[in-house]
């Protein structure tokens, strides 16, 4: 007598649906043989057990063979949408490649602003807008797959990293797939951007503060000298980058005066670090602190309190200051 496992093996001759089965009564009123059959090994008595049929046996036996039959069915339509999934990802895959030799291609040219140009009007004709800094690879990129922002910014950045990595066309697919698709990818790459965008808006802060400190010393009239000798705590390359000397003191209470314990050059390094605990608290803005920044040169150079040269030297920067924010903002 063949087992039930093996007759879903042999694909039997069981192939209608579970509920058209004779032997199987799906109702809410009638007994459940399954609740028979699972109490018999548990608290049955013996008078009790002698009320099972072998028909019972059979009908649970058939329930679980339909069942697995059913299961395999369905485990045969779900794979064959993965399967497609799966073509379609390659289908992708090929066609990005096929773009990216076809940039290559246009790289090479010596033709290739020429190109750059038609594809542009072509884009402007079809009411894609195309805007100054927009990279020669999106504008080919929108010429190849339309507006679709979303999808255009995922195909770039992909071929971004394949130039980055210096991958030739036929190595993309496999690479693609690698990295986990490509949504994967622009999503790794985009955090990457974020994170470097963050590191660099992080500079600019601490920058922003650290000359602030700099120059307070254009107004400030209290100063001091001392015979104390000042620590280097970093190499000499790095003192030399600092811009401070810190002191550390102790308030006399009974002179009411500070007293110099001892100073140091912390080193460019670990002077910013301290720049950045100590305004850790200050909320404002970049925009805001550089707004700040700026009026309080031109408050200095107002009050005649920095030589003229210093005050034509700040006009410079914040005109290379306002260039830098516009080159952050558009990568």
């Known amino acids: 007598m063949e087992t039930v496992l093996e007759n879903v093996k042999n694909d039997s001759a069981v192939s209608h649906s579970l509920l058209d089965h004779p032997k199987v009564k799906i109702s809410s009123s009638s007994p459940d043989p399954w609740n028979d059959l699972n109490q018999m090994f548990d608290s049955m008595s013996k008078s009790a057990a002698e009320s099972i049929t072998p028909e019972m046996v059979e009908a649970k036996d058939t329930a679980i063979e339909l069942a697995l039959n059913e299961c395999l069915k369905l485990t045969s339509e779900h794979n064959k949408f993965y399967d497609l999934i799966s073509a379609a990802h390659d289908t992708l895959y090929q066609s990005l490649a096929d773009i990216y030799a076809f940039v290559l291609r246009v790289q090479l040219s010596e033709y290739k602003q020429h190109i750059k140009t038609a594809m542009i009007s072509n884009l402007m004709d079809k009411g894609v807008k195309i805007q100054s800094n927009t990279s020669d690879l999106m504008v080919i990129i929108k010429t ?9 910014s995922e195909y770039c950045r992909v071929l971004e990293v394949a130039m980055r990595e210096n991958l030739t066309p036929k190595d993309l697919p496999s690479y693609i797939k690698l990295r986990g698709g490509v949504s994967a990818i622009y999503s790794t790459e985009s955090e990457l951007v974020a994170k470097k ?8 802060r601490t920058s922003y503060f650290q000359e602030l400190f700099e120059i307070r010393h254009w107004a400030n009239k209290s100063s001091f000298s001392t015979p104390i000798k000042v620590i280097q705590n970093s190499d000499e390359i790095d003192c030399n980058r600092a811009k401070f000397t810190v002191f550390l003191t102790l308030f006399d209470k009974k002179e009411q005066i500070y007293k110099i314990c001892s100073a140091h050059n912390l080193g460019e390094k670990q002077e910013r670090n301290l720049i950045k605990y100590i305004t850790r608290d200050i909320k404002d803005s970049n925009e805001i602190l550089k707004e700040k920044l700026i009026a309080y040169r031109q408050k200095l150079v107002e009050m005649k309190l920095v030589p003229d040269i210093v005050g034509k030297l700040w006009g410079k920067l914040n005109m290379i200051t306002d260039q830098t924010s516009e080159v952050v903002e558009n990568i």
């Open 144 to 152: 190849i797959i339309g507006a679709d922002r979303r999808r255009a």
């Open 197 to 204: 965008l963050g590191e660099k808006e992080r500079e600019f």
